[in-house]
Nanobody, 124 residues
């Protein structure tokens, strides 16, 4: 099993920044992708960003390009999501997830481990 613990959510004004953290523990894999998704009330869970632990490749949703940065801290098995220039439409519960099945990045169906989520609220 893999345990994922997110932190760093909160309330911020539009234009502000937050850094989300996801600490992974438990089982290790030879190759995997770590991703961030978000879900707003009444909406489907959507892809935000992902990082391949092996290749270092990064992917972002179009709305996050130029504003969000995903990075890792190897020694702590931690992935970060730096979010700048936040907008009210970024308000959602943000989830960290691991895909150990394949190299897919953006579809949640391939992710087999999920954190509990952290709330991000951006006020206008």
């Amino acid at each position: 099993q893999v345990q994922l613990v997110e932190s760093g959510g909160g309330l911020v004004q539009a234009g502000g920044s937050l850094r989300l953290s996801c600490a992974a523990s438990g089982r290790t894999f030879s190759s995997y992708v770590m991703g961030w998704f978000r879900q707003a009330p009444g909406k489907e869970r959507e892809f935000v960003a992902a990082f391949s632990w092996n290749s270092g490749d990064r992917r972002y949703t179009d709305s996050g390009k130029g504003r969000f940065t995903i990075s890792r801290y190897n020694a702590k098995n931690t992935v970060y999501l730096q979010m700048n220039s936040l907008k009210p439409e970024d308000t959602a519960v943000y989830y960290c997830a691991v895909n150990s099945r394949c190299g897919a990045y953006s579809s949640p169906i391939y992710y087999n481990y999920w954190g509990q989520g952290t709330q991000v609220t951006v006020s206008s």
